[in-house]
């Protein structure tokens, strides 16, 4: 059962433009959403995160959006610069007690072009 | 640079053999996270320790076993392999995991290659 799904395993957008990535969630108790970016052969990249009690956070060229009746959040990149071509993964934390863990999307791939 | 070392970076074993993957976590983190990322998937979480305690378990086989050690570097291993464990496996460590949680830094992971 995914609880956290991206239905778009790949984006290409002209570098300048904006970039918005989508991702839904199932499980209502979630409590905190994250986007991580991750290239080849290497870890993922913490990018900017959102508690469920609010429905916007900008950090420089990123803004995530938080639409809790519809369980949705979407990544906003603006202007996308072909350094951001990468693969960003959704991911979102419910708190059980004294344990949180991270469940995240299957991700999508942004390309951006010249 | 996170701050999380993973080793070793890859892995080549045969089938039914058993790989130890060490974790040492970003300093002053207490959580310790192991994921698995096999082909074109996603990060399948597998496991949480707290300050040397599992907090959380999600699809982990049990074939897989994970402890975190007083110095809160963590070990995760894998036994009886088979050819379909052959996967990315990272680990991520955070501050702690009550109240607002804090972001996992993640390591570069160890790419596992089983024949």
């Known amino acids: 059962d995914q609880q956290v799904k991206q239905n778009s395993p790949s984006l290409s957008v002209q570098e300048g433009r904006i970039s918005i990535l989508n991702c839904d969630y199932t499980?209502?108790?979630?409590?905190?959403f994250l986007w991580y970016k991750k290239y080849p052969a290497e870890g993922p990249t913490f990018l900017i995160s959102i508690s469920s009690i609010k429905d916007k956070n900008e950090d420089g060229r990123f803004t995530v959006f938080l639409n809790k009746s519809a369980k949705h959040l979407s990544l906003h990149i603006v202007p996308s610069q072909p350094g951001d071509s990468a693969v960003y993964f959704c991911?979102?934390?419910?708190?059980?007690?004294?344990?949180?863990?991270?469940?995240f999307g299957t991700g999508t791939r942004l390309q951006v072009t010249l | 640079d996170s701050g999380v070392t993973q080793t070793p970076k890859h892995l080549i074993t045969a089938t039914g053999q058993r790989v130890t993957l060490r974790c040492s976590p970003r300093?002053?983190?207490?959580?310790v996270y192991w994921y698995q990322q096999s082909l074109d998937q996603g990060l399948q979480f597998l496991i949480q320790?707290?300050?040397?305690?599992?907090?959380a378990k999600g699809n982990i086989l049990e074939r897989f076993s994970a402890q975190q050690f007083p110095d809160l570097h963590s070990e995760l291993n894998l036994s009886s392999l088979e050819l379909g464990d052959s996967a990315l496996y990272f680990c991520?460590?955070?501050?702690?995991?009550?109240?607002?949680?804090?972001?996992?830094?993640f390591g570069q992971g160890t790419r596992l290659t089983v024949v």
């Open positions: 991520a460590s955070s501050l702690g995991p009550t109240g607002v949680v804090a972001e996992a830094f």
């Open positions: 300093s002053g983190d207490l959580s």
């Open positions: 320790y707290y300050n040397g305690e599992e907090r």
């Open positions: 991911a979102a934390s419910e708190h059980t007690g004294t344990a949180s863990k991270l469940t």
């Open positions: 499980n209502s108790m979630f409590d905190y």
